[in-house]
């Protein structure tokens, strides 16, 4: 076809015959055939083997009976040094016995003599399509290689990059924690010594340095585990979710007393999961259900399984403040938040931390909800 490369480019052929007119004949019509192919060739088997071993052409043509050496021993030895070049053999009607012997050794592509042009020319192009192809199995071997020594180098990278993110992290959590501490320490020093002489607005000055140091001490937590969500390598076992949202549905409301809270939390529930990761799914979940019904009389949340649509996905629902629809792009984003901080308190990075944990498991999470109707969200995991 018009514009493509011959599949001959580059080779080399070694024609063996010893009838000079045959020969002749035959690296005529070649030429005139295969232009792109290089042709060399010989008079006899024993020749024709030291120009293979000297040449190593891709193809070879030989006759059967020749002297010195006949063919089917030339084939013999070419095969045994290169199992896959590709050997096409001439032969007389009278030399079957011959033609069977060099079927025995490998040799899977034969043409009768007389020689037609047209018979020769098929098996030339069948072999030579086979080593285009054996030619591009080995151009893509080479790539993957290539392709493999990349992405190991790129590993390498990468696990360095988690080891600076690692000394970054324990940074944060040392260099930025220990000053966060001494201050909200010092508020506390300067309440318990001087209080009673310190005027209203100074005293509440201080209340507020201290309720902020407590808020920055929270907001690198989080930070820090929604780093961590991304680094921690996964050990999955089997865990049972129904009881570890009990456990965390107790703990919420030890910290919210003088609310009435309701869990309704569907039991039998388990998963092959990492229990610390997933952990951090549940608790962060009920976590937000459990502040966006904080202006509800009565805050009901519920967690449990669906397996009404084509998979199974786990639930937490609520009837709190809910969200606009047209803004659910926004919830699983770092930093992003749908209310201020006057209406609810929080970091803008709970979400973005269970969305990527489900990820890590091999499963996604979506959201729905309605203003003043409540929320859910959703999370896969791989049966």
């Known amino acids: 076809m018009k514009g493509e490369r011959p599949w001959g480019e580059g080779l080399k052929l070694l024609y063996v015959e010893d009838e000079e007119i045959t020969r002749q004949a035959v690296l005529t019509m070649l030429g005139r055939r295969f232009p792109e192919l290089t042709l060399v060739w010989a008079e006899d088997g024993a020749a024709g083997l030291a120009l293979f071993e000297k040449e190593r052409p891709d193809l070879v043509v030989t006759d059967i009976k020749m002297p010195a050496m006949n063919g089917i021993e030339m084939a013999r030895r070419i095969l045994e040094a290169a ?8 032969t007389a009607h009278s030399d079957i016995d011959y033609l069977i012997k060099s079927i025995e050794i490998g040799v899977g592509r034969y043409v009768l003599k007389p020689i037609e042009s047209a018979k020769l020319f098929a098996a030339v192009e069948d072999s030579l399509r086979l080593l285009s192809q ?15 020594h990349r992405l190991a180098a790129r ?26 501490t001494k201050i909200s320490g010092y508020c506390q020093l300067i309440a318990e010594l001087y209080g009673p002489l310190l ?8 209340g507020i340095i201290e309720d902020e140091t407590v808020e920055m001490s929270t907001l690198i937590r989080t930070l820090l585990d929604f780093s961590r969500a991304g680094r921690h390598e996964l050990s ?9 949202a009990q456990a965390i549905a107790a703990e919420l409301t030890c910290r919210n007393p003088g609310r009435e809270l309701s869990f309704e939390i569907s039991p039998g529930l388990s998963a092959s999961v990492d229990p610390d990761l997933v952990r951090v799914v549940l608790f962060n979940l009920l976590d937000n259900a459990c502040k966006y019904t904080g202006g509800k009389e009565q805050g009901i ?15 937490v629902r ?12 926004k919830l699983f984003q770092p930093f992003q938040r749908l209310h201020s901080d006057q209406e609810f308190s929080g970091t803008g990075i709970g979400l973005a931390t269970v969305q990527r944990i489900v990820e890590r498991h091999g499963g996604r999470v979506w959201a729905e909800g309605e203003p003043g109707r409540g929320a859910a969200f959703y999370f896969t995991l791989p049966a």
Do not use: W
Not at 136 to 145: K, P, T
Not at 156 to 173: K, M, Q, V, W
Not at 318 to 329: E, I, P, S, W
């Open 134 to 148: 054996e030619r591009e199995r080995v151009r893509a071997a080479r790539e993957i290689e290539e392709l493999n």
């Open 236 to 244: 999955k076992r089997e865990a049972d979710l129904s009881e570890m």
């Open 155 to 180: 590993a390498r990278e990468l696990e360095l990059a988690n080891r600076d993110l690692e000394a970054f992290g324990h940074t944060i959590s040392h260099d930025l924690r220990s000053p966060l």
């Open 318 to 329: 609520d009837n709190g403040a809910g969200f606009d629809m047209a803004l659910c792009g």
């Open 199 to 206: 005027d209203e607005q100074c005293r509440r000055f201080i």
């Open 301 to 315: 949340i519920e967690f449990g399984l669906d397996v009404t649509g084509r998979e199974r996905a786990y639930f």
């Open 83 to 90: 199992p896959k070049v590709p050997i096409v053999v001439t």
